[in-house]
């Protein structure tokens, strides 16, 4: 039992595809800086609404203010290009943890708190963690987001039906937020008999079944993958709600390491690289041995 | 490489941990405990027949004209659940209104500035879950310095 959880948990991974995750995860920020977690940079103005969630109470950490918000966000955006260009990436990268989790903080203490961003902020403290040639600390990386982003949705099942009951899936739920803040299409949709029903439906449902991506493997885990972004796609298209600081977490299930490394291709011809070079054979790239 | 023991055993108790807080916030915390607490956006339930509410801000200008300002953090520096789970506090106190309309004057220069700020709720009633009226209910009103 507990070797058969330990190589679950240390599964070996390719770097490769920690390498492109976190070029993925790391450019992400700023536009999550800029657009999804924005309202912060609005709150420079409201100082009197902030009401600071337990860690921030607990770290005595202050409230939006210029002088605060604009260094911050200077500081991560540094940082993340610096985890991407490999510029120390291990420390980069812790910075870029810490400062995001400012921010995130900061954006979810003024009344309101969001659950799109667990799997990203995992995702942003076990990257620094894998160093350039394990593989077994790649795979607990990857294990680590694939987690916060299953915990994510089947947590939410589970709180749908703890605070919604049953009338979560058998009610007016996204009448309400189609009413909200519902597009086009999603008053189309509204239109037509017992679809929003039915979607309540099949959302609760997937919710409970997304475990399973954790054990597919191959073309079904990939059109479980498939799914979800259907999912989010679908809620973007009909309420403008997108997730997407979770969706690219999703990237953590794919074979991220069979995108050729530029680097490499060009020094190999076109030829896609799909294999990890065994370890010892990582002189040609001398960036991903530092930090 | 295959990794020590010492690597394996932080990983797994540094995981077991944040999994162990995250279950606890899952079951027994509230959104106090971000990023550790329950899942609960959209987990509360409408009932079939029950009513949908939302909050929204009416600016009367100078010359008459009646808009809408949408509670955004680039109008407003707000959004608008933030301003639904504060409503209390600008019902007790209308003046902070005062700041709403200030911010809207300095993010949006171009637009015309309010003289009167009214936060309104709006009702819609459902019957079979689909909306068969509309009321606006007026929570708080500003006259603008």
Known sequence: MVGALNRWWFEPVPVRRITVLRTIVYLFLPVDMLLFTGSVWGHVHTTSGYQPVLVARLLHLPGASPALVYPLFAVVVVASLAAVLRRAPRAAGYVAALGYGYWALLAMSYGKVDHDHLALIVALFVLPTVGARSREAAGWAVRCVQIAVVAAYFLSAYAKIRHGGWEWPNGATFQWAISRRGTFFGEFLAGVPNALLVSQWVILLAETASPALLFLRGRPLYAGVLFFLGFHAMTWAVITIHFLPHVICLAAFLPLERIPSRRRSRRRGARADVAEPPAGEVGGRPMEVAG | ?145
Do not use: C, N
């Open chain 2, 1 to 145: 490489m295959e990794l020590s023991a010492g690597a394996r055993a932080w990983r797994v108790i540094v995981s077991g941990m944040v999994l162990a807080v995250l279950l606890y916030g899952t079951v027994a915390g509230g959104d106090d405990l971000f990023p550790f607490g329950p899942m609960v956006q959209y987990a509360f339930s409408v009932p079939p027949d029950g009513e949908i509410r939302s909050l929204h801000l009416q600016s009367e200008t100078a010359s008459g004209g009646r808009t809408e300002i949408p509670i955004e953090p680039y109008y407003v520096g707000v959004r608008r659940a933030e301003l639904e789970t504060q409503l209390t506090r600008y019902e007790r106190d209308p003046s902070l209104l005062q700041g709403l309309a200030d911010t809207y004057s300095r993010l949006r220069p171009q637009d015309p500035r309010p003289i009167r700020l009214r936060l309104v709720t709006r009702v819609i009633t459902l019957k079979d879950r689909r909306p068969v009226s509309t009321r606006d209910d007026e929570r708080v009103s500003w006259s603008v310095r």
